[in-house]
């Protein structure tokens, strides 16, 4: 299996990024896809995550502003990011895990995720 994310970069408080995650080597559909981040001397928090029945969940301190989607073929998860903030301020990871708990099980337990990405940066400036 194989994540590949893309879409970081630096934007000013109140911008819009989009960052998107090319995932391979599935032969199964049965799994969630989730986007993470890490900021410095920071641990690694779920963000949002989607299911196999396309069913989004977000953590508090993004929900209403960041968006995740999942194409049809779910070959390419994306993550809207809307109103950023300097506390957005984060490398963004994208993971994958085959479910046996609920979705905001895992989005709560950043370290449970079975595949990641390398991560992109993105950086809010006030």
């Known amino acids: 299996v194989q994540l590949v994310e893309s879409g970081g970069g630096s934007v000013q408080s109140g911008g819009s990024l989009r960052l998107s995650c090319v995932v391979s080597?599935?032969?199964?559909?049965?799994?969630?896809v989730a986007w993470l981040r890490q900021a410095p001397g920071k641990e690694r928090e779920g963000v949002a995550i989607i299911t196999n029945d396309g069913t989004a969940t977000y953590a508090a301190s993004v929900k209403g502003r960041f968006t995740i989607s999942q194409d049809n073929a779910k070959s390419t998860l994306s993550l809207q990011m809307d109103s950023l903030k300097p506390e957005d301020t984060a490398k963004y990871y994208c993971a994958t895990k085959t479910p046996t708990y609920s979705a905001d099980w895992y989005l709560a337990r950043p370290w449970s995720f079975d595949y990641w990405g390398q991560g992109t940066q993105v950086t809010v400036s006030s």
């Open positions: 080597g599935y032969t199964y559909s049965g799994y969630y």
